[in-house]
């Protein structure tokens, strides 16, 4: 899938090295300290005993309210990424959470993303399951105020789109 990236409404590069991917959010979400991020960490209530959610980056646009996390799952007795986001979706199922999402999948730049939109409770929110070349997988949460999301888009759009590999990582850096 192709995505019409705007580089004006993007903010920096964010490297993951130990996941091989980057990606920009968008311009004005501040980064939150890492302190916050270990706070969120702990405080997540777990979603279910087979997987494990961990925040490793957190961006708050200030003014409008907007979210992006990007956590790292972990799960117990699926040893591929393609397993793991069936295991994530058969989670959702079970728990009556996948009732309100519309589910898509597609390749960004020879990635496999399963998104899930959702909108309720005056927010709209993006979750992009990433099977990373480091098999792995990442969970992109966008989440916006209802009232904003069609200023958002064009910003949601070109961040979902910043996000590519990293084609010379070693895979051997850690990140957070």
Same mark, same amino acid.
Do not use: C
């Given at each position: @899938?192709?995505?019409? /990236? *705007?580089?004006?409404?993007?903010?920096?590069? +964010?490297? @993951?090295?130990?996941?091989?991917?980057?990606?920009?959010?968008?311009?004005?979400?501040?980064?939150?300290?890492?302190?916050?991020?270990?706070?969120? %960490?702990? !405080?997540?209530?777990?979603?279910?005993?087979? /997987?494990?959610?961990?925040? %490793?980056?957190?961006?708050?646009?200030?003014?409008?309210?907007?979210?992006? !996390?990007?956590?790292?799952?972990?799960?117990?007795?699926?040893?591929?990424?393609?397993?793991? /986001?069936?295991?994530?979706?058969? @989670?959702?199922?079970?728990?009556?959470?996948?009732? !309100?999402?519309?589910?898509?999948?597609?390749?960004? *730049?020879?990635?496999? +993303?399963?998104?899930?939109?959702?909108? %309720? *409770?005056?927010?709209?929110?993006?979750?992009?399951?990433?099977?990373?070349?480091?098999?792995?997988?990442?969970?992109?949460?966008?989440?916006?105020?209802?009232?904003?999301?069609?200023?958002?888009? %064009?910003?949601?759009? !070109?961040?979902?789109?910043?996000?590519?590999?990293?084609?010379?990582?070693?895979?051997?850096?850690? *990140?957070?």
């Amino acid at each position: @899938m192709a995505f019409d /990236v *705007d580089q004006a409404r993007l903010g920096g590069v +964010v490297e @993951m090295p130990a996941h091989a991917i980057q990606f920009q959010p968008p311009v004005g979400w501040v980064p939150l300290p890492e302190e916050e991020v270990t706070a969120a %960490r702990s !405080s997540l209530p777990p979603l279910d005993a087979r /997987v494990q959610v961990q925040p %490793r980056h957190l961006f708050v646009d200030p003014e409008g309210g907007s979210l992006l !996390s990007v956590s790292t799952l972990t799960f117990e007795g699926a040893p591929t990424p393609a397993e793991q /986001v069936a295991l994530y979706w058969q @989670m959702l199922t079970e728990t009556g959470q996948a009732q !309100s999402l519309e589910k898509a999948a597609f390749l960004k *730049d020879g990635l496999r +993303v399963t998104q899930l939109h959702e909108q %309720r *409770d005056g927010r709209v929110r993006f979750t992009l399951l990433l099977e990373t070349p480091a098999n792995t997988v990442l969970r992109f949460d966008y989440v916006i105020p209802r009232e904003r999301y069609a200023e958002e888009l %064009r910003s949601l759009e !070109s961040s979902i789109g910043s996000i590519e590999p990293i084609v010379d990582s070693t895979l051997t850096k850690t *990140d957070r």
